[in-house]
């Protein structure tokens, strides 16, 4: 039986107009226009398409790039059809003068941008996650640029450790509050690119990792404190309970309940119990 399965929502990340889904095993595109940049990835199976009155494919290494108000089709190229993630983006971070390299080649093999698109579309999923859309996005248009055109592409990251550190100071001032990429830019008055490539460069960090990692060792200190899971994502600018428990567990190795119930209090304050191999030991 023909399948048919999508998935479609928009996501509070700037730039961002659709997020798209889809398994289909028999449906064709009849050609259509798209206002928006259509950056598509296949999962499973290949898509044949005309743009510009020539013929692509999109085997699942490829990352295809679709320019706005450009005529294009889609049909499945196997007989099990394909299974596609799809953006939608406006031109925040893509200009017109990429239009035509798109349309001479949309079809891109290229490992670093097919791994970010797909770690872009994993952040999406997740509620709380738009900061970490917004770096990998940013990254992306970055990459886009450099490989549809090499001669405008303004080279390897320049290093800028005073920009570094005032988003840094910026991160620690908003630890709980948060802010956007968009907003930070606006603050040091930066690129959005430059400014993630300058803190990574920096810190070996992305801006994004560390404001989690400022966020987890708030909450170990508060569940020592004694507090419980859900109190805590709400203190530590976490989007709920299991986003907390995502980022926690993979930076400390346990969840927040787990850890919690492995902290014993005294009169001495709050300290961790130490089993029997520990209390050896210590004699």
């Known amino acids: 039986m023909p399948t048919q399965d999508v998935t479609a929502w928009r996501p509070a990340v700037p730039g961002v107009t659709e997020v798209f889904h889809a398994h289909f095993t028999e449906y ?6 798209h206002e928006a940049w259509t950056l598509l990835i296949v999962d499973d199976g290949a898509v044949r398409y005309d743009l510009d009155r020539h013929e692509h494919g999109t085997p699942d290494d490829t990352v295809s ?11 499945p190229a196997t007989p099990d059809g394909f299974r596609k993630r799809v953006l939608y983006l406006d031109h925040t971070h893509l200009g017109d003068e990429l239009i035509g390299p798109a349309v001479d080649g949309p079809d891109l093999r290229d490992p670093v941008l097919r791994q970010r698109v797909g770690q872009l579309h994993t952040a999406l999923a997740r509620p709380g996650e738009e900061f970490e859309a917004e770096s990998r996005l940013t990254l992306i248009g970055d990459r886009l640029r450099a ?6 592409y303004d080279g390897p990251v320049r290093r800028d450790p005073a920009l570094a550190r005032r988003l840094r100071e910026l991160l620690d001032e908003r630890v709980v509050e948060g802010l956007s990429l968009e907003e930070a830019a606006g603050v040091v ?30 909450a170990r200190r508060l569940l020592l404190a ?31 309940g ?19 191999s520990q209390r050896r030991r210590h004699g």
Request: net charge positive.
């Open 28 to 33: 064709a595109y009849p050609m259509h226009v």
């Open 65 to 75: 790039l679709l320019p706005p108000h450009v005529p294009h089709n889609g049909s």
């Open 147 to 152: 490989l549809l055109r090499p001669s405008l």
């Open 189 to 218: 008055q930066a690129h959005p690119a430059h400014l993630v490539r300058a803190f990574s460069a920096a810190y070996g960090i992305a801006p994004h990792q560390y404001l989690t990692s400022r966020r987890v060792d708030r």
């Open 226 to 256: 004694g507090q419980g899971p859900a109190e805590v994502a709400a203190l530590t600018g976490f989007h709920d309970q299991a986003h907390l428990t995502r980022h926690f567990k993979r930076l400390v190795g346990v969840t927040p």
């Open 258 to 276: 787990r850890y919690r119930t492995g902290v014993r209090r005294s009169t001495e304050g709050v300290r961790p119990v130490i089993g029997a």
